[in-house]
């Protein structure tokens, strides 16, 4: 059975990138901490990060991301999807525009300017002909950026939350999940709050290592 998993590193303050990110410095300052787990010789962490890129059928990302693995600094032969995995799904951007052209065209690219519920529809039907024609079962991946995992675990679109818990405190930077942010309501100068709408999580997994902690947990709808 494909899984919608959502997968990505967090620091122990809740930031999954550092302050200031930006496309030549996607993970902000002191974010390539978050990474460190995916670079190392700890053999569970490579086990992780093998088990993870393997099971991937179709991968899900946000526009702002999509940009900076496929800027001048992202992704290129020796470290793309996986880490030095180099792990080759199908790729699904959520993007309100279609980009003027694609720099990692060794990649399977699909841009879909209808939402994110449309763009899971399409990596799971990716995933699930990827499972077949493999003969294995195969999960769609959330990888980011953290707007993009709040946003599909907001409309119950995730099975599964899988965290890298850097050792790491950011101090600011992009948060995976947000409290009482404030926003002005449309229509008004009454600002009001936002919150991360509450779900029952059951903890399945939990891998320490010298540089991270890898946990899993199943997510009840």
Do not use: C
């Amino acid at each position: 059975m494909t899984r919608i998993i959502a997968d990505i590193s967090v620091s122990l303050d809740g930031f999954v990138t550092g302050p200031g990110p930006d496309l030549r410095n996607g993970l902000g300052t002191g974010g390539d901490a978050l990474h460190t787990w995916a670079f190392s010789d700890d053999p569970d962490d490579r086990r992780v990060l093998h088990e993870g890129t393997a099971r991937s059928g179709a991968v899900v990302l946000g526009r702002h991301l999509f940009d900076v693995v496929d800027g001048p600094n992202g992704w290129d032969d020796t470290t793309g999807y996986g880490a030095g995995e180099l792990g080759k799904p199908a790729f699904v951007v959520v993007t309100s525009s279609r980009p003027a052209s694609v720099r990692t065209t060794g990649l399977d690219w699909t841009f879909v300017t209808t939402g994110l519920p449309d763009a899971v529809a399409a990596a799971r039907e990716r995933a699930e002909a990827a499972s077949s024609a493999g003969g294995k079962d195969l999960d769609v991946i959330l990888m980011g950026g953290g707007a993009t995992i709040r946003s599909a675990f907001d409309a119950g679109l995730v099975d599964v939350l899988a965290l890298h818990l850097a050792p790491v405190v950011l101090g600011g930077g992009t948060p995976l999940f947000t409290g009482g942010q404030p926003r002005t309501h449309p229509g008004t100068q009454t600002p009001t709050h936002t919150h991360t709408r509450p779900r029952t999580l059951v903890q399945r997994t939990v891998v320490p290592t010298s540089t991270a902690t890898h946990l899993t947990y199943d997510v009840l709808r």
